[in-house]
């Protein structure tokens, strides 16, 4: 962010990441090749729009008002905001085992976070943008897992990194400012950082989930703001304190109980089925 402004870092990332990921696909498929017909294609975009588009534009945004801590703490909503959605859209009841373990990664968050969000200067825009965000990629989680598109994982994130790089270009060229952008070798690394590690690596396997089960797969964002504490531990040496410690606890309780759940689930209809 010292070298560039944050929508043209989101936009310049979203275009690498899908030409990687769509030439992965024309390198590993080289025979009998699928693309997405139009109605798939319009579903991707869609769903782009959501999960890329306006997701990046309003937490880049909601960033200018409200602090680090807030931003890192936004995460731990989306759990519940799938487990409502999920409800809505696809008709899917939860059982209390899935309600505990999102109470408990909730509230293990907020106790990690708590000494991060004293003295905050966070707004109320800063915080219905940041909400807003939240819901947005939540509503695009859930409908990704209801649309079930038969399409490789690959080519599908590859397609909607660029329909979301194409749909946020309007807004990248009127509202980032492309000419603060200063080419250095930091903001470049940066950059590939995001388009592999993030958008590449991160995005498939989190796709991966989602089609298993969207509430599931929801209660592992509850890792994302304990990463980052320890990233801050790391890099920037902010230290680690008791509250960390006592809500990295929480979650990882949450997360273990939410597994094993799962696991005697599917050990239930195991044995219905051999009945």
Not at 79 to 85: E, F, G, H, Q
Not at 165 to 192: E, N, R
Request: with cysteine; charged share 10%.
């Amino acid at each position: 962010l010292q070298y560039s402004p944050p929508l043209a870092i989101a936009n310049t990332r979203f275009f690498i990441a899908g030409t990687i990921l769509i030439a992965i696909y024309c390198i590993k498929t080289q025979k009998n090749r699928q693309w997405p017909k139009r109605t798939e294609l319009t579903k991707i975009a869609y769903f782009a729009l959501f999960n890329s588009t306006l997701y990046a534009f309003f937490y880049v945004t909601a960033m200018k008002y409200t602090d680090a801590g807030i931003g890192s703490l936004s995460v731990s909503i989306n759990p519940l905001m799938i487990v409502i959605l999920s409800s809505l859209m696809l008709g899917r009841s939860s059982n209390w085992v899935e309600w505990l373990c999102i109470f408990l990664g909730i509230a293990g968050i907020f106790i990690a976070s708590y000494p991060l969000l004293q003295n905050s200067t966070t707004t109320f825009l800063g915080l219905t943008l940041i909400f807003a965000s939240m819901l947005i990629v939540s509503y695009a989680s859930v409908y990704f897992a209801k649309i079930k598109l038969k399409m490789d994982n690959i080519l599908f994130n590859g397609v909607q990194l660029w329909c979301g790089a194409l749909l946020l270009l309007p807004l990248t060229l009127s509202l980032g400012h492309y000419q603060q952008m200063v080419l250095d070798v930091k903001l470049i690394a940066s950059i590939l950082w995001l388009s592999i590690a993030v958008s590449i690596i991160g995005l498939s396997c989190w796709f991966y989930l989602l089609k298993k089960d969207a509430v599931h797969a929801s209660l592992w964002l509850f890792l994302c703001p304990l990463f980052g504490f320890f990233y801050a531990w790391l890099f920037m040496d902010e230290p680690i304190t008791s509250y960390t410690i006592a809500g990295t606890i929480l979650v990882i309780a949450a997360l273990s109980i939410s597994q094993k759940g799962k696991f005697q689930n599917r050990k239930l209809k195991a044995e219905k089925l051999e009945s």
